[in-house]
């Protein structure tokens, strides 16, 4: 069985074997070439892939490949870099209280599948604009699939306090071999005026730690009031913090000169 979907083509082929007309076992094959999918105002992807399913109810797999040949999100984040960091911690609780229905299909089915990519994928939004790639594997069940292997950005930018950052070093690494447990490491910086300040993002999703620090050494204080108003708190005067923090909304440690952390809420 085959179909032409606009550039695109799709292939099935396979058998399957019935006892008293309930399938009870089979083996299929799935290839498909540049195959478009578009989400309205929010990403289009094209890919390729290659996949075979075989097996009984008891015990299944799937297996296969899938090359993004193109992929491009451009839908906005309503939300700031510095909320989506503190709310982290808090969404990851919340998802790993939740349950799901047994269902033996789902849990019998092997997955192994590889990914790559063609040309990389672009983020292009309010909050950041990022070209990367991921070379991967999906393994695990139907019910619990498993990402390992790394992501890269290989540039771009990302916006904290209306500032641009340049990303020089933007790495996701998936190394847990038992559940999808990101480790994400990230530095970009900006230049103001004298200034580059630092950002370091790093840790697992659940448990990020986010670093600002300057060169010339900025108190913390400092780093955001150059950031939110371009000046520094000595600069503005007296009330030059609390300047800061309104403009920040965040309850904040200040730190020594030359940095302070920031741990998600929680």
Not at 91 to 111: C, D, G, H, L, V
Not at 231 to 255: A, V
């Amino acid at each position: 069985m085959g179909a032409d979907l606009g550039q695109g083509r799709l292939e099935m082929s396979g058998d399957l074997a019935l006892e008293k007309f309930i399938p009870v076992s089979g083996q299929a094959r799935l290839t498909a070439e540049n195959i478009a999918i578009s989400l309205e105002d929010t990403a289009e992807i094209a890919f390729d892939t290659d996949m075979t399913f075989s097996g009984t109810r008891e015990k299944s797999a799937i297996a296969g490949t899938i090359l993004l040949i193109k992929g491009e999100y451009y839908k906005d984040f309503a939300f700031d870099l510095a909320e989506a960091l503190e709310s982290r911690k808090m969404a990851a609780a919340k998802e790993s209280t939740k349950t799901e229905p047994q269902n033996p299909m789902m849990e019998n089915t092997t997955i192994d599948i590889d990914v790559d990519y063609k040309d990389p994928f672009v983020l292009d939004n309010n909050l950041a604009f990022i070209t990367g790639g991921t070379q991967c594997k999906i393994s695990g069940t139907l019910r619990n699939p498993v990402v390992t292997g790394r992501a890269q950005i290989l540039e771009g930018t990302v916006v904290y306090q209306k500032r641009e950052f340049e990303i020089e070093t933007g790495i996701i690494d998936f190394v847990d071999q038992f559940q999808t447990d990101p480790e994400i490491t990230l530095h970009a910086t900006s230049n103001i005026r004298k200034w580059t300040i630092h950002m370091d993002i790093s840790g697992k999703t659940n448990n990020l730690r986010f670093r600002l620090y300057s060169d010339p050494a900025l108190t913390h204080e400092d780093i955001l009031s150059l950031l939110v108003i371009g000046k520094t708190t000595g600069e503005l005067g007296q009330g030059g913090g609390s300047y800061t923090g309104i403009f920040t909304g965040q309850s904040l440690r200040h730190g020594q000169p030359g940095g302070a952390v920031i741990h998600p809420a929680g």
